[in-house]
């Protein structure tokens, strides 16, 4: 039996809807200045994991000075960054920090607030299961960031492109998923896809996390700075050299042609989808998920002209963002308008 809601609880739904928004934009920020550490080769420059003295910079010369040196000790260094001076060093330093500094205040934003509505009863019993969902899957994406920055500190220069691909995409699901919870607060409806529009409207939300994941190998792999033309690639609509490696699984992940190449197909196939599904839906999300796409995809092409200046990676890593947000916005509505055909075909026959 559904426990009734309290008026307190009832309440409280535009707070936490807000706290959700805001949570949500914070990830969204979270995830542009993760593709700047990234772009700027900032992601080694700090050494140790302190989850909680790590929030604290530098503060005098020394501390510089000593946080420089442990710098020194990394490959990247030695082998790519040799000779840096120390302002060089502050420059890909505060980038990492401010990285790090957002993923700790997202965890206050997300803790302390859940904290203070629960004590005080405010929140409906659905939800409860779902926020605490929500701060361990944060916890995982800090302890997963870790995991790929080790992954460069001792035989690389830069961080495993899997685990790139992997942090990347979890925090494209810890964003849906705030989006998805803001979107629900109030409706203690279990949806489940069970109608074809559904299914398909679910099926874009996985391509386009798998495209996110494509993305992610593409920045691993620094793809994004070669074969810097636009619809051919290297010349031709299917270049020679996709399938050198062996195993030819490696390709997929390794090489950089393959990698690229992949990524453009997703995306094509994702603007078709998105296109079909826009002209049979006809909602509000679906139009605004195949106009998403389509300036993702010009802006895709132009970042690709251009050899990934840091802006134009910027722009495309948030308007990935973007574009999942509406998939996941399409999904709840395609939900929403067949729970609510349901209940008026039931008021009907009553």
Partial sequence: MMTPITDRERAARPLIRAWLWFAAFLVFVMVIVGGATRLTDSGLSITEWQPLLGAIPPLSEADWLAAFEKYKQIPQYSLVNHGMSLAEFK??????????????????????????????????????????????????????GWYMVKSGLVDRVDVSQHRLAAHLTLATVIFGAIVWTALGVGDTRRQRPHAPGQWAALGLVALILLQVAAGGFVAGLDAGMGYNTWPLMDGQWIPVGLMIMEPVWRNFFENAMTVQFDHRLLAYLVAVCAGLYAWRARSQASLAMIAAVALQIALGIWTLLEQVPLYLGLMHQGGAMIVFATAVWALHEALSRQEARGRKLRQEMA
Avoid: N, S
């Fill in 91 to 144: 420059f890909i330093y505060w980038w990492e920090w401010a990285h790090r500094f957002l993923g700790r205040f997202i965890g206050f934003v997300m803790i302390v607030p859940f904290l203070a509505l629960w004590l005080t009863r405010r929140i409906e019993p659905y939800l409860k299961p779902r926020l605490a969902g929500l701060i361990v899957l944060g916890g995982l994406q800090g302890a997963l």
